[in-house]
């Protein structure tokens, strides 16, 4: 996660922070670095294949929360990988890898 971050980082030139939904750091405490740091507007994106429960119900009530504690940070939940168009090219990628070994 920490590399894809990175890499997502280079490309857009913008912060870039991990947040784990059980893990260390927490979503809310990655957000609260981020505040510390400066950041007026923060975008979190789920790193997420299915739109389950955690999707559904507990980043948004982390996302609420971190709202509440900073009135004057917009802080906006992106949508999941989950139905994104692209995860067809990977699975067909990694099903013709395997195939040509």
Do not use: W
Not at 28 to 34: G, L, Q, S, V
């Amino acid at each position: 996660m920490e590399r894809l971050a990175e890499s997502v980082q280079a490309a857009l030139g913008r912060r870039t922070v991990v947040g784990y939904l059980f893990g260390s750091p927490g979503v809310e405490e990655a957000a609260e670095k981020c505040v510390a740091e400066g950041a007026t507007r923060l975008l979190i994106v789920p790193y997420f294949l299915t739109a389950g429960v955690h999707v559904r119900k507990d980043l948004p009530e982390i996302v609420e929360r971190i709202a509440e504690a900073h009135p004057d940070v917009e802080v906006r939940l992106g949508k999941p990988l989950a139905g994104h168009p692209l995860l067809k090219n990977i699975l067909v990628s990694r099903v013709l890898e395997m195939n040509m070994s």
